[in-house]
């Protein structure tokens, strides 16, 4: 697909070339799209909101649940011109009402009234997906233009707008379809449970999907036991998913995760790291890795895979893929490289020293436009944008992330990553998971704090928490407060909200 393209074109070449495969499969419904259906849908939802005004440019709030719908919606409106603005159809009122305010979008598509922050624009219901052919919409935006807004939360908790345009959202589906083994290739059958909403799931879950003219297995919502009934009922053959995906496999008896992942040739996970636990037990039951992946909504979103890597590592998000370029830069502005070994013995013995970690930066055709509305913050001036995970490189060149810049704690002058702490905390009986995070102290700067999630039928307290800590970690990383919760937050995505516990 040329870069000048309008990303709704995938649909139309795929319903060019596979007119008759299956595009896509709603596991609630039951209902498949072919492809020649999925083009008809979306020429006719971009002919729909053309009519109720949608020009060029205007933003569209598509407040949808994973479904064929919330497909065929994304692409009518960027077929139509529009900017598509995913929100989350479980997103609180308040939340909505200031992702209107701040895009300034005068349509959404949803299946509830909206109440709006200032003056009431158009509500349009989820477009028709099983619809007689429709005249053809040719599209009028493309290459820089603006085709997504996607919101995000910034290290200081307030939400930002990603504008991603046609060329970034295109390049990184070129991107990663150079990646082998291929993470989606014609013929498969690609089980999608993350939310359609996060460029995550649109991006893996929809784009590279109709770039190769395979197809995508629906589900709203990620049940374990459900998601293997998929898997055996639509012979699914890729797995794109997160971390809490895994973990919820994991826990399943090893035959039945065996049979109902039987077709299964790829496992896939991004958006937050994976337990070595948790890796070691899928494979030990499907004989199946699971390749680790990060990127970035500001990145389109994949950026590195341990595919590139050539075999799952675990504790690491291997290289960047093809076309992506990658380095780290310390606290005095120069690059880190691949560090040498401090200990023959323990090569990976590297997260005490803080030369050898840096703000991840990378470059690539992939990247966003700035953020919204001027395109403040976006890449500089070479094309490099510095994101604000830190990571170091092993001696393999694969990338290791460490936390957020956010996310540091610095304890009198001294830097605390929580991942370090969390780990060791997790050796202990009983803890289900832990987060820690950086709590304002008046001797120190800050204190650190660790909320646990105890597991059924076990037991803990505060002081077997902190003595397990001193006995394996500095003075100043040893918590100086431990709370225990029934559950952490999580974002849609199944990554860590850390910014609540705080």
Request: hydrophobic share 45%; glycine share 10%; with cysteine.
């Amino acid at each position: 697909m040329a870069a000048d393209a309008n990303v709704a074109d995938l649909a139309a070449s795929a319903a060019a070339n596979w007119p008759a495969v299956t595009a896509l499969v709603d596991s609630s419904s039951e209902l498949a799209l072919t492809w020649q259906h999925m083009d008809n849908a979306v020429n006719a939802a971009a002919a729909t909101l053309r009519e109720s005004g949608v020009a060029p440019g205007d933003r569209v709030v598509v407040r949808l649940p994973t479904s064929a719908a919330y497909a065929v919606a994304v692409l009518g409106v960027l077929r139509a011109g529009g900017i598509a603005v995913p929100s989350s159809p479980q997103s609180p009122v308040a939340e909505l009402r200031g992702l209107l305010a701040h895009s300034e979008a005068a349509t959404v598509i949803s299946t509830k009234d909206v109440e709006w922050p200032g003056e009431r624009g158009t509500v349009l219901p989820p477009p028709g997906v099983d619809v007689a052919p429709a005249d053809v919409v040719e599209p009028v935006t493309s290459g820089e233009d603006i085709a997504m807004l996607c919101y995000t939360t910034s290290a200081k908790g307030s939400p930002r707008g990603v504008m991603l345009s046609h060329r970034a959202l295109l390049a990184n589906v070129e991107q990663v379809g150079q990646l082998r083994p291929a993470p989606v290739a014609h013929g498969d059958r690609v089980l999608v449970a993350i939310p359609l909403f996060h460029v995550y799931g649109f991006g893996l879950g929809l784009l590279q999907v109709a770039a190769r003219g395979a197809t995508a297995v629906l589900a709203e919502r990620f049940d374990a036991a459900k998601a293997l009934g998929y898997c055996q009922r639509h012979e699914i053959t890729i797995v794109a998913g997160v971390p809490t995906m895994f973990r919820e496999f994991a826990e399943l008896p090893a035959e039945a995760l065996a049979s109902g992942l039987a077709s299964v040739r790829l496992l896939t996970s991004g958006a937050a790291p994976l337990h070595p636990k948790v890796l070691a037990a899928i494979e030990n039951a499907t004989g199946l890795g699971v390749y680790e992946g990060y990127g970035l909504t500001e990145t389109a979103p994949v950026l590195t895979s341990t595919i590139v890597t050539g075999y799952p590592k675990p504790g690491s998000v291997g290289k960047a893929i093809p076309g992506v370029e990658l380095r780290l830069i310390g606290n005095d502005g120069a690059e880190i490289g691949s560090p040498v070994p401090l200990d023959e013995d323990d090569p990976d013995d590297l997260l005490e020293e803080d030369d050898v970690t840096g703000l991840v930066t990378v470059r690539g055709n992939n990247l966003f436009s700035g953020y919204w509305p001027d395109g403040d913050g976006g890449p500089d001036a070479d094309g490099w944008f510095q994101t604000s995970d830190v990571g170091y490189l092993d001696t393999d060149g694969d990338l290791h992330l460490v936390d957020r810049v956010n996310d540091l704690i610095i304890v009198n002058g001294f830097n605390v990553y929580p991942h370090e702490v969390e780990d060791v905390i997790a050796e202990l009986p009983g803890v289900a998971e832990v987060a820690v995070v950086g709590v304002m102290d008046e001797r120190s700067g800050e204190a650190v704090k660790a909320v646990v999630v105890v597991a059924p039928s076990a037991a803990l307290s505060e002081q077997q928490v902190i003595d397990h800590c001193t006995e394996q970690l500095a003075r100043y990383k040893v918590p100086s407060f431990v709370e225990f919760t029934e559950e952490l937050p999580y974002t849609a995505l199944g990554k860590l909200s850390r910014t609540p516990l705080r």
